[in-house]
């Protein structure tokens, strides 16, 4: 995603092995959908590195110094695009878990509001 016309994500890392069977999408992956992916991101920096004997990632490196690793293993190339873009569109921020809990001063007079029927 860009922040004030800003691309966040710097670096894309795509990890894989050239034997294991659980990189067979990644690889496919890497010679059909990857050259287009490079084309219509040229702020994109793409590198490909070889991990003999591991299951295969994909690491975003964005400006703010986060990264996220995204597991490709045993995924079709389709769904290795939409996982390259998913990194490409976020902003590389920290999951924020909101609060559930309602606190106020001034509770309200007819109840806290619920999802359940009261017949």
Known sequence: MALRGVWQLQKLVVSYCDWGGSSMGLRAFMESHLPALKEVNPHLEVVTELNRGQHPFLKGLY???NERVVSVKNLAP???LSQATRLRNSLGRKVVKLRTIHVTKHPSVQG???TKLKV
């Open 63 to 65: 400006k703010n110094k």
């Open 78 to 80: 389709d769904e290795i």
């Open 112 to 114: 806290t509001w619920s």
